[in-house]
């Protein structure tokens, strides 16, 4: 990792769109370069001070949640210290980000690009979505995105509903758009192997969807994991996922993903 990838940026802004669920921002650094599924190690900048007071030791992973308008842009779902912590700062406080990190998306070419998210599992689809606009203007680029609830789905306006064709929505209680879960969603008038397959959300929605799309025969289908992760580079070995096929028995999340094929996971 370069000292490049070491920047400390001011907050610029924290927007709220959905019950626990917000935007933090920053100015964009500039010669920045960055790919869809890439993420960022975002903590304080140094311990001790008032920019610190609540801060968690560790630097924790968030996806680029878009590029736009000379802003990097990250969608975070508050789950714990980090998370609560990053929402209650206000703008101007400087925040450390080492990135960009891992193995982001690959842009195949294709008609149609289907990006299944589930919860926070969102986040990447906005840059990556953003990216296909512009290099296959023609492509058709659709969203199925679940929730357990209807309070929980983030609020798509404007610009953001603009980089998709197509949005679908459910939730597990029925209480917004189809009632089950975003695998249910498969059935029927998404059942195109031929489409670009995109996946990101909580491992057992992942698990599921791996298992679907290998039964409909789709090959090269891309999905963004999680684990938990102290370092972002290589060095803590936190972040092992097994593999399919040994060896290597497991790879590291961090340099090896958060992207990658689910046919090579053992679920
Ligand atoms: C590559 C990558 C990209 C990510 N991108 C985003 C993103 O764009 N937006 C976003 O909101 N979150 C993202 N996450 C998850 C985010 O890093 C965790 O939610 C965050 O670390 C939680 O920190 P915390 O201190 O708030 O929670 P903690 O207090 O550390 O934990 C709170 C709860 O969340 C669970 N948890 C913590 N980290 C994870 C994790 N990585 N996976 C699953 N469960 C976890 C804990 O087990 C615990 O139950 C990403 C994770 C990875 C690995
Ligand atoms: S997060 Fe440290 S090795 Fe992957």
């Known amino acids: 990792m370069s000292q490049d ?9 924290v927007e709220d769109v959905a019950a626990g669920t917000y935007w933090l921002r920053f100015a964009l650094p500039a010669g920045l370069d960055c ?16 920019a610190t007071m609540g801060a968690p030791f560790l630097g924790r992973p968030l996806s680029i949640g878009d590029v736009a308008g000379g802003r990097l842009h990250f969608l975070v779902r508050a789950l714990g210290r980090a998370t609560a912590w990053f929402r ?19 842009l195949p070419e294709r008609p149609v690009h289907r990006m299944v998210a589930g919860g926070i599992g969102l986040a990447p689809f906005f840059y990556l979505a953003r990216r296909l606009r512009h290099r296959q203007p ?17 609020r798509l306006a404007g610009p953001e509903r603009d980089l ?8 597990d209680d029925g209480s917004l758009g189809q009632p089950g879960t ?30 679907r799309l290998e039964s409909m025969g789709v090959e090269g289908a891309q999905f963004s994991l999680e684990e938990r992760m102290a370092c972002g580079f290589g060095v803590c070995q936190a972040c092992i996922v097994p593999r399919r096929d040994p060896p290597p028995a497991y790879r590291l999340l961090c ?8 046919r090579e996971v053992a679920w």
């Open 164 to 171: 998709f064709d197509l949005v679908e929505r459910c939730t």
């Open 35 to 50: 790919e869809p599924g890439h993420f960022f190690m975002l903590s304080a900048p140094s311990a001790g001070g008032a």
């Open 88 to 106: 209650s700062l206000p703008s101007g406080t400087p925040l450390r980000l080492v990135g960009p990190l891992g193995r982001p998306f690959a």
């Open 182 to 211: 975003v695998v249910g969603m498969l059935d029927g008038p998404f059942e195109d192997a031929g489409a670009a397959w995109y996946a990101c959300g909580p491992q057992p929605m992942l698990r599921a969807l791996a298992a």
């Open 5 to 13: 990838a070491v920047r400390t940026l001011p907050l610029v802004e």
């Open 255 to 262: 340099m090896e993903g958060p992207v990658v094929d689910p």
């Open 138 to 154: 023609a492509a058709r680029i659709e969203l199925l995105y679940g929730e357990r609830t209807a309070d929980a789905h983030a």
